[in-house]
C-alpha cells in the first residue's frame, strides 16, 4: 500500500462515522497544503458538466477511490452519500499501520 492509499482510506474511514465522505473532501485532504497539487484547485475545467473551479481535484480524488473500490476496499453507500470504508479497508488500515508504526 503507497503513502496516498493510506491517507484516502484513513480519510474515508474518519468519514465513515460521520455518514461518509464525498470525493471532494478526499481531494482536500489530500492535497489542501501541497503546493506543487495548488493547480488542481485553482484550474478552471470543462468536461462537458458545465465549466468548475477545482473539478479536477475532485476527479482526480475520484479516480483514486474508485482504483480502491475495484479492490474491494471501500463502497458508495447511497443512504449515507458517501464512500465508507469495508471490512477489507479496515483490514488493510490495520495491517499496513501494524508493518509501518508511528514514531
Not at 474515508?12 to 473532501?25: H, L, S, V
Not at 506543487?36 to 479516480?63: D, I, M, P, V
Not at 474508485?66 to 479497508?89: P, S
Request: aromatic share 8%; net charge positive; hydrophobic share 30%.
Amino acid at each position: 500500500m503507497t503513502e496516498t492509499t493510506y491517507k484516502i482510506l484513513k480519510a474515508i474511514e474518519k468519514g465513515t462515522y460521520d455518514r461518509g465522505i464525498d470525493a471532494k473532501a478526499i481531494a482536500l485532504t489530500l492535497w489542501r497544503d501541497d503546493p506543487e497539487h495548488n493547480y488542481l484547485f485553482t484550474a478552471c475545467s470543462n468536461q462537458g458538466n458545465g465549466a468548475c473551479r477545482g473539478k479536477k481535484a475532485w476527479l482526480c480524488a475520484g479516480s483514486l477511490v474508485g482504483k480502491l473500490r475495484k479492490r474491494d476496499l471501500v463502497t458508495y453507500d447511497r443512504h449515507c452519500t458517501g464512500y465508507v470504508l469495508k471490512q477489507a479497508g479496515r483490514n488493510a488500515l490495520a495491517e499496513y499501520e501494524k508493518e509501518h508504526p508511528k514514531n
